[in-house]
């Protein structure tokens, strides 16, 4: 960790003692994304209240170093219009954005997933999760 972000300095200050206290605390997400060298940084993990997932990760993508991954938490975005968005212009920059979607990586999951894809269980017809 080379930067913390919060809505408030002290806060991120706080955080940064904490958890990293080698990291470069920022008061604000526009303080941050400004910070064209992001501490040598090669992502971004956005943690934020689901309600600004998508208005920061555009900004990321709009306003950091040109070769930063960029981590969301779910939901990237409330709708499929601003999740397109979002994919468009990380095509657009040519950068990777990831919803940080862990249960794809469970190893439950990529098991069923081969499974499937084998045809081992047969047409799958509904999931209960």
């Known amino acids: 960790v080379v930067a913390i972000s919060a809505r408030s300095e002290q806060s991120a200050i706080d955080f940064a003692q904490k958890h990293a206290p080698d990291a470069k605390a920022y008061g604000g997400y526009s ?18 209240q689901p309600d600004t997932h998508a208005e920061l990760v555009h900004g990321f993508l709009e306003h950091s170093k040109d070769n930063l991954a960029v981590l969301c938490e779910k939901p990237l975005a409330p709708n499929v219009e601003q999740v397109e968005g979002i994919y468009q212009s990380a095509r657009e ?13 469970f190893p439950a999951t990529v098991k069923a997933r081969e499974l499937i894809a084998a045809g081992k269980i047969g047409d799958v017809v509904a999931v209960n999760g």
């Open 31 to 48: 303080s941050l994304m400004a910070d064209s060298s992001l501490n040598g940084a090669d992502a971004i993990y956005v943690a934020t």
């Open 93 to 105: 920059r040519n950068r990777l954005v990831v919803e940080g979607m862990w249960t794809r990586c």
